[in-house]
């Protein structure tokens, strides 16, 4: 297991404060030994669970030029044809992958292919249940296409993921499952495809990034 770069400063700093405030804690509550040491188990956990936040399993990843992959962990919440306004401009078949803060949340290119669209938009942080956050919250709109199809991906931010980072340029010729951006602190990641493409997976069925297939193209 490794730890994301994008979570360096954040950890850096997370250790910080927890180190002034135990501080601070002991220095004022010494006298409070019980105190210190809740202060302190509560301090560790918030510590690690912030750590796993940031972290990249060691995982073998599935490589099919026919296969749709999974772009990030979560679950399952939308399988469904809808309009989709910003690209391809008609009905589509989008499947929606919800990430909790428990998730890992490096995201990752569902295909092979060369970058046609790679577009952030700001905007509002609805819970990324909400059937709007697809269109009404911040987020940040990929498209991948090659000889089979184009793929649209979009990662959502929510209530709590405040910070979508996403390291694709129109043009560039892309790997299936390289990394193509980060959501700290979980949210969602929407999958645009064909109409009449063979969904693999089920609502409510957990998904992993890199390795479950989606559908086949």
């Excluded at 250790?15 to 210190?36: E, K, R, T």
């Excluded at 936040?53 to 599935?62: A, D, S, T, V």
């Excluded at 269109?135 to 793929?151: C, F, L, Q, Y």
């Amino acid at each position: 297991m490794k730890i994301h770069r994008e979570g360096l400063g954040t950890i850096l700093l997370t250790f910080a404060v927890l180190a002034l405030i135990n501080g601070a804690v002991f220095y004022f509550l010494g006298q409070m030994p019980l105190l210190c040491r809740i202060v302190a188990a509560f301090s560790l956990v918030l510590f690690l669970f912030i750590i796993s936040f940031f972290r990249i399993p060691n995982r073998e990843m599935k490589l099919d030029e026919s296969l749709v992959i999974a772009p990030c962990d979560g679950k399952v919440v939308v399988i469904e044809e809808t309009y989709e306004p910003e690209y391809f401009k008609d009905k589509r078949l989008q499947v929606s992958i919800f990430m909790s803060p428990a998730n890992v949340h490096v995201n990752r290119n569902p295909i092979s292919g060369q970058v046609k669209l790679s577009q952030y938009h700001a905007g509002k942080f609805l819970v990324a249940w909400h059937p709007k956050s697809s269109t009404e919250n911040e987020r940040h709109t990929v498209v991948i296409g090659n000889s089979k199809a184009d793929v649209l991906v979009r990662q959502i931010a929510g209530a709590l993921a405040r910070r979508i980072v996403n390291y694709l340029k129109p043009g560039m010729q892309v790997t299936q499952n390289d990394e193509l951006g980060f959501i700290k602190f979980g949210s969602r990641v929407d999958i645009f495809l064909p109409v009449g493409t063979k969904v693999s997976v089920q609502m409510d069925q957990v998904v992993r990034g890199g390795q479950t297939v989606i559908a086949n193209i």
